[in-house]
């Protein structure tokens, strides 16, 4: 699982220590030697879980797809990015503020009815 590119569809075979890798950072953070550049890559598809390799002098539109099963493995990479964000209390743990809309309300006594209370004028009005 790599932690630099998070929707990585392949893993890619590197040529000078023969391991598989989900990107060239990877490979720089385990190996002490650096990553050989080669023309003639061997990937291996995470979703169908077969190898396949491409030559990427004769690469075309269609070479971005597994040729087993059709997985569109060169995509926009997802980075992980830090956020800072704000939590607030747990509703669940404090409930007071929500409204259960399952439990009847009471109505309203003369006692607890304001004056400017639109509902028992509403009649009137106009």
């Known amino acids: 699982m790599c932690k630099h590119v998070l929707n990585?569809?392949?893993?890619?075979?590197?040529?000078?220590?023969?391991?598989?890798?989900?990107?060239?950072?990877?490979?720089?953070?385990?190996e002490s030697?650096?990553?050989?550049?080669?023309?003639?890559?061997?990937?291996?598809?995470?979703?169908c879980k077969k190898c396949f390799r491409k030559d990427a002098t004769e690469?075309?539109?269609?070479?971005?797809y597994c040729p087993h099963c059709d997985n569109h493995y060169i995509i926009e990479a997802v980075t992980p990015k830090a956020a800072l964000r704000v939590e607030g209390e747990d509703?669940?743990?404090?409930?007071?503020?929500l409204k259960d809309e399952r439990v009847k309300q009471k109505k309203p006594t003369m006692n607890q009815i304001s004056?400017?209370?639109?509902d028992v004028d509403a009649d009137k009005l106009g």
């Open 8 to 30: 990585a569809q392949v893993s890619v075979r590197s040529p000078c220590c023969r391991k598989w890798f989900d990107c060239p950072e990877c490979h720089a953070e385990s």
């Open 33 to 47: 030697h650096p990553l050989k550049k080669t023309l003639e890559m061997t990937f291996a598809c995470k979703k």
């Open 59 to 64: 690469f075309e539109d269609s070479d971005e």
């Open 91 to 97: 509703a669940r743990m404090d409930a007071r503020m």
């Open 115 to 118: 004056i400017f209370d639109p």
